[in-house]
């Protein structure tokens, strides 16, 4: 029997752990980038994809421990997109309004900007900040009946 194309989506979710090394940003915005296209998400690539890159670049800046790197968590639910990034660190986040001359300052501002929602879960010693972009159209692959 086929599957019926008119089902209401179930849940989507992959994750992968990255290094704590400068070009794991970059592979944070490739596997981004990968699982968008996996899922058959084409809006908002851009917007996912520069948040990815901000809330990384934290991880490493800011993450606690480093020797433990940090884990890229995405979900799709009710056509709701969430990145997560989890990080060794329990200190809270915080925006901040960097000068015109700062070169730093500026990726929770980015991202608060650029996501429909963001904050941060608090799960014991570790933390996951997150982002959250909605009306996600996912793609289905077409039905095929033999």
């Known amino acids: 029997m086929a599957p019926d194309p008119h089902?209401?989506?179930q849940p989507l979710a992959r994750r992968q752990a990255f290094d704590?090394?400068?070009v794991s940003?970059?592979?944070a915005r490739e596997f981004v980038t990968r699982t968008l296209t996996g899922w058959g998400?084409?809006?908002?690539?851009?917007?996912?994809r520069l948040c990815v890159s901000?809330?990384?670049t934290n991880a490493l800046l800011h993450g606690g421990d480093r020797t433990c790197g940090f884990l890229v968590a995405m979900s799709i639910n009710d056509a709701v997109l969430r990145v997560e990034v989890h990080?060794?660190?329990s200190e809270m986040p915080r925006t901040r309004t960097p000068d015109d001359g700062?070169?730093?300052?500026?990726?929770?501002f980015l991202?608060?900007?650029c996501a429909d929602g963001w904050g941060v879960d608090e799960t014991g010693p570790l933390k996951a900040v997150w982002a959250e972009f909605k009306a996600v159209h996912i793609r289905r692959p077409e039905v095929v009946s033999l």
């Open 7 to 9: 089902a209401p989506l």
């Open 20 to 22: 704590q090394h400068p």
């Open 25 to 27: 940003v970059r592979a």
């Open 41 to 48: 998400v084409r809006d908002r690539r851009d917007d996912v």
């Open 54 to 56: 901000e809330l990384a």
């Open 87 to 89: 990080d060794a660190s």
């Open 102 to 108: 700062s070169n730093t300052g500026r990726g929770l």
């Open 111 to 113: 991202v608060a900007e």
